[in-house]
Structures are given as C-alpha cells and as structure tokens.
C-alpha cells in the first residue's frame, strides 16, 4: 500500500525557511518521480516541483524557481522542499505525490501523479 506523508510545515515569518519532508512506504520509492504541489483556499491545485527517479533532473514552477529546491534521498525513501525566502503568497497545504513514471513530465503539475499524501500546512506571515 503506497503512503506518503509529509512534515516540516509551521509556520514562519516572510522572508524565513522551512524545510518539508515526505516520507514514503509501501513501493520502490527510487523507480518513480516525486512532486510537490500546494493548494491555497480558493484556489487551483499549484504543481511547485519535480524530481526523476534519481535526481538526475528537477523542473519548477516559476513561481517558486530560485526560491525553492526539491531533492530526494532514495536510500531513507524521502523527497525533501527546501524553502526559502517565503512570502505570504507562499501559505498553503503543501503536498508530496508520486507519478506513474520513473521520467518526470516537464510541465510541473502534469497529471501523471497519481498518489498523494494528506498535507502539511505552510503559513507565512508578513
């Protein structure tokens, strides 16, 4: 059974860091692309960034490229989302989710992602 389950949300002060973690189970985490995504009240589901089988290769959003990095470690079966210079904007549930492949879509946010985890929630204060 595929589990995915995020942690590392809080809250945070513009500006700050935060470091999210997404710990899966239940399949070979190191055969298939990760991606974070996140989704505001009232708003549309946001892909944010992905991440091949091995890290090889990363896309982001443009509204988060050269602020975030997403990274992974397939030995402790965990993708990471470093954070930085958050804004308010940024506040959202954040959330991790495996694709069905190992090469991940260009087009962050693609449907290709079909298991997702429950969320860790960001708020960043101005």
């Known amino acids: 059974q595929v589990q995915l389950v995020e942690s590392g949300g809080g809250s945070v002060q513009a500006g700050g860091s935060l470091k999210l973690s997404c710990a899966a189970s239940g399949y070979a985490f190191s055969i298939y692309c990760m991606g974070w995504f996140r989704q505001a009240p009232g708003k549309e589901r946001e892909g944010l960034a992905s991440?091949?089988?091995?890290?090889?290769?990363?896309y982001y959003s443009d509204s988060v490229k050269g602020r975030f990095t997403i990274s992974r470690d397939n030995a402790k079966n965990t993708a990471y989302l470093q954070m930085n210079s958050l804004k308010s904007d940024d506040t959202a549930m954040y959330y991790c989710?495996?694709?069905?492949?190992?090469?991940?879509?260009?087009?962050?946010?693609?449907?290709?992602?079909?298991?997702w985890g429950r969320g860790t929630q960001v708020t960043v204060s101005s």
């Open positions: 991440i091949s089988s091995l890290g090889r290769t990363t």
């Open positions: 989710a495996r694709s069905r492949f190992e090469i991940c879509d260009a087009r962050v946010g693609g449907s290709d992602f079909t298991y």
